[in-house]
């Protein structure tokens, strides 16, 4: 029981340890009977907003753990991973981002299965370089005038 919480229900060191586990026994119940009625509180709330309940044990027994998640890929459509409302800004993101999962991609296929450790991974990859010293490549160019020309109308 934390410290804080004994104390409120008056616990000092000199209470009997029969007393004193009734009332650890009596806070339980209590944190529990809380903790139950902030989840009943928070599934009304997502059966109000027309959410159904989370997926429960047999849904996710049900699962396989070898299906894909998705495509992780960008399909140029508006994404949380590059959230632009400038079309061309927007494209230029996307496709340095898709530029830069294939350059990944090819140094960490040369690193693992053709055993080049001299591979060059991209400008910000951060696990590799950090945990396995992997060699990391030059910074990216500039983008190009019209992106740049974006940014500062953005800005």
């Given amino acids: 029981m934390p410290p804080l919480l004994l104390a409120e229900l008056g616990l000092r060191r000199s209470t009997p340890r029969a007393e004193r586990a009734k009332i650890e ?9 809380q903790l ?10 997502r059966a109000k907003a027309g959410k159904k309940r989370f997926l429960g044990v047999r849904a996710i027994r ?17 994404n949380p991973r590059i959230a632009c409302t400038n079309k061309a800004l927007r494209i ?23 055993g080049d450790h001299d591979a060059v991974f991209p400008y910000g990859a951060v696990d590799m370089p950090r945990y396995h010293s992997a060699r990391i490549g030059e910074p990216p160019d500039p983008p190009p005038r019209e992106v740049r020309r974006a940014l500062r109308v953005a800005a």
């Fill in 36 to 45: 139950d009625a902030e989840l009943q509180a928070i599934y009304r709330k």
């Fill in 25 to 33: 026994a009596r806070a339980r119940e209590l944190v529990r009977e």
């Fill in 62 to 78: 049900d699962q396989s753990p070898f299906e894909s998640a998705g495509d992780t890929f960008p399909g140029f459509k508006r």
């Fill in 92 to 114: 230029w993101l996307l496709t340095q981002l898709r530029a830069w999962r294939y350059e990944y991609r090819g140094a960490h296929l040369e690193w693992r299965f053709h």
